[in-house]
T-cell receptor, first 113, second 118 residues
Framework: RKEVEQDPGPFNVPEGATVAFNCTYSNSASQSFFWYRQDCRKEPKLLMS???SGNEDGRFTAQLNRASQYISLLIRDSKLSDSATYLCVVNVDRGSTLGRLYFGRGTQLTVWP | EAQVTQNPRYLITVTGKKLTVTCSQN?????MSWYRQDPGLGLRQIYY???????DKGDVPEGYKVSRKEKRNFPLILESPSPNQTSLYFC?????????????????FGPGTRLTVT
């Protein structure tokens, strides 16, 4: 079983739609969680870290459910510029320092006009 | 400008010819890491380093070597490249820390190195 599983999509949504991505992880000792965005084989860039209580950054909301080992990303009011691949990332290491990282395979999103 | 640089950006080589991909960061980050990205498999961590002279295996270390003699540099060495190492390689760096600080540590990625081994 892979450490991190994501629905690969593709998700094709109209502008203004709300879309949600899910990610599950297998190691209950996982310490920290992130969502990255990657445009067309360019380098990934951090979208947001995921905090235990859930967190919001503008149109983006991330949630963590440790009991179900599940992370989600919600995008509201989708823009054309949101079209990208979204990567779920899990930090699995002793303690809570940044260590060994596992990436999901990514979920592809296309927003159409 | 804060950045992670990789060289070369593109490389075509033959099986068995040793090569090194360099990675350098100018942000004084403790943590550096190498990944490979393959279609359908996503990004997989090869090696990471939490500080100078401290390296550890990631998910797919076989066939690769790394060294961290200076904080800013983290070269990836392929002693005897094989066609299954054809891939897109990314280097990344970050601060690292303990406790809640680790939750906000952003990794900065280099632009990638596209390697083809024939």
């Amino acid at each position: 079983r892979k450490e991190v599983e994501q629905d690969p999509g593709p998700f094709n949504v109209p502008e203004g739609a709300t879309v949600a991505f899910n990610c599950t992880y297998s190691n209950s000792a996982s310490q920290s969680f992130f969502w990255y965005r990657q445009d067309c084989r360019k380098e990934p860039k951090l979208l947001m870290s995921v905090y235990s209580s859930g967190n919001e950054d503008g149109r983006f909301t991330a949630q963590l459910n440790r009991a179900s080992q599940y992370i989600s990303l919600l995008i509201r009011d989708s823009k054309l510029s949101d079209s990208a691949t979204y990567l779920c990332v899990v930090n699995v290491d002793r303690g809570s320092t940044l260590g060994r990282l596992y990436f999901g395979r990514g979920t592809q999103l296309t927003v159409w006009p | 400008e804060a950045q992670v640089t990789q060289n070369p950006r593109y490389l075509i080589t033959v099986t068995g010819k040793k090569l090194t991909v360099t990675c350098s960061q100018n942000m004084n980050h403790e943590y550096m890491s190498w990944y490979r990205q393959d279609p359908g498999l996503g990004l997989r961590q090869i090696y990471y380093s939490m500080n100078v002279e401290v390296t550890d295996k990631g998910d797919v270390p076989e066939g690769y070597k790394v060294s961290r003699k200076e904080k800013r540099n983290f070269p990836l060495i392929l002693e005897s490249p094989s066609p299954n190492q054809t891939s897109l390689y990314f280097c990344a760096s970050s601060y690292t820390g303990t406790g809640s600080a680790a939750f906000s540590y952003e990794q900065y990625f280099g632009p990638g190195t596209r390697l083809t081994v024939t």
